[in-house]
């Protein structure tokens, strides 16, 4: 079998890390078993989709690196939405409904009051042809909902247990009792489709073999195994993952625009760092960063992901961002740094890598070797001697240790006496990259002048 997966956000809002997830889980699946991955956008929502949210999506996703064999609008295909819905309606599967949501509300209130359960109670399949032409002569259009199967035909109108069925990539022997749901509107008055139905038809007509989401749609698929069963189509292989869960065991909500793939970006996170956090969360493997996608699809399988809630933690994010970047190669970063006016090369990379929390972070650093800076003088004694013993040039990584070593037989200064006040004299700042890294790259000059206390 060849692998089809797809990810399918709807272009209503930007990409946040519990979608990333998602996506990211599909993407590895599809690379693991060298199949193909979709970009499906959801955007039968005319009223709240955007073309610019949907190249936005593209945007995050590119960014991410996570790429697409086949980008899929389900927009673009109402024609194929309305043939379908047709052949459903003449099966009986799609009835016509002409309640108002206010009483429907009525409704469910008064089956509450007497302990029914608060499903839709198929009245609109008890309307004669007569009643309907009347309703619409109102004014009233209709919505269609897809008749579930789950009744007895001694009673066709009520609805009994009914248990489907599967197995699922990660939660095992699912079991959704579609006897106490309501038949699910798929086509809204105005004719534009609800997501339950055109999601099949495009999981069947693009030959979808695993749909890999989160754990939110598990009732969904009680329904659309329904679905595909009424379009006489093997239902695909479903997984269903862990949501992302705060710090506080509360969903992730949309709403929290910092957790946004852009803002991620725009703060100064990595996207393996994000990358990694996502993928990695919640399953049995450590959460570690991963330079590379193709090193997390040897590591993730969907079915290792456990079913147990996985908790996001932005500090955790913000750790595995800073052990990404401790051991990233220079050319991963040569033109970011570029970007960033950084100049110095892979000996500047290599000397402050290990103190980066974020990569422009790094532009605090390229300041401190190669733009004045104010000294900090704290034994003047000892920074007066500094700078006339400092060795001639050229100065590579041994001149520290050769210079100190002979700064500490001068002085009788040494450890923390004798450092301490060195990196105050030459970068300003109490902590920071390796001296021995960074002398070189500050040069004589400026080193001579800081220790004398002059900006430099
Ligand atoms: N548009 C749906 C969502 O974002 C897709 C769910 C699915 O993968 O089937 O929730």
């Not at 013993?389 to 520290?400: F, G, K, S, V, Y």
Request: hydrophobic letters at 40%; aromatic letters at 6%; proline letters at 5%.
């Amino acid at each position: 079998m060849t692998v089809t997966v797809r990810f399918a956000p709807s272009p209503t809002g930007r990409l946040h890390i519990g979608n990333v997830r998602t996506a990211v889980l599909n993407w590895l699946f599809a690379r693991r078993y060298g199949g193909t991955f979709i970009l499906r956008l959801d955007d039968t929502d005319v009223q709240r989709s955007t073309e610019e949210l949907a190249q936005g999506i593209r945007d995050d996703l590119k960014w991410l690196g996570l790429t697409w064999d086949r980008e899929e609008r389900q927009s673009a295909r109402t024609a194929r939405y309305d043939e379908i819905a047709e052949k459903l309606k003449r099966a009986g599967r799609l009835y016509p409904c002409y309640e108002t949501a206010e009483e429907l509300e009525r409704r469910r209130k008064r089956q509450l009051a007497r302990g029914l359960p608060p499903i839709y109670d198929r009245a609109a399949l008890k309307l004669t042809d007569e009643e309907r032409r009347k309703l619409e002569a109102e004014g009233r259009r209709p919505y269609w909902r897809f008749r579930l199967a789950n009744t007895d035909p001694s009673d066709p109108l009520k609805p009994q247990p009914t248990l489907v069925t599967w197995v699922d990539l990660v939660r095992r022997d699912q079991t959704v009792d579609v006897g106490s749901l309501s038949d699910p509107v798929v086509i809204r008055t105005d004719g534009t489709y609800l997501y339950t139905l055109t999601s099949v038809i495009d999981d069947i007509d693009f030959g979808v073999t695993h749909v890999i989401r989160g754990e939110d749609h598990v009732t969904n698929t009680g329904v659309q195994i329904q679905l595909f069963e009424a379009l006489g189509a093997e239902p695909p292989i479903f997984g269903h993952h862990s949501l992302l869960v705060g710090a506080d065991g509360q969903a992730l909500s949309k709403r929290m625009g910092h957790l946004s793939v852009a803002a991620l970006r725009e703060a100064g996170f990595e996207p393996m760092a994000i990358l990694s956090l996502a993928a990695l969360l919640g399953t049995s493997e450590a959460v570690e960063a991963h330079q590379s996608l193709d090193e997390l699809a040897h590591l993730v399988d969907v079915e290792r992901v456990s079913r147990a809630p996985a908790r996001f933690d932005e500090a955790e994010l913000r750790a595995i961002n800073a052990r990404l970047l401790h051991e990233m190669p220079y050319d991963k970063v040569r033109d970011r740094l570029e970007n960033l006016g950084i100049t110095g090369g892979e000996a500047f990379w290599l000397a402050v890598r290990g103190n980066l929390s974020r990569l422009t972070d790094a532009a605090e650093w390229w300041a401190v070797v190669s733009q004045p800076i104010t000294p900090v003088i704290e034994d003047e004694e000892l920074c007066r001697r500094a700078a006339e013993l400092l060795p001639p040039a050229p100065w590579n990584e041994e001149t520290w240790s050769a210079w100190t070593k002979t700064l500490q037989a001068e002085t009788g200064r040494k450890g923390r006496a004798l450092f301490h006040p060195l990196r105050l004299a030459l970068t300003g700042r109490e902590q920071g990259p390796e001296l021995k890294s960074l002398l070189p790259l500050i040069g004589p000059e400026r080193a001579a002048s800081r220790l004398k206390g002059e900006v430099a």
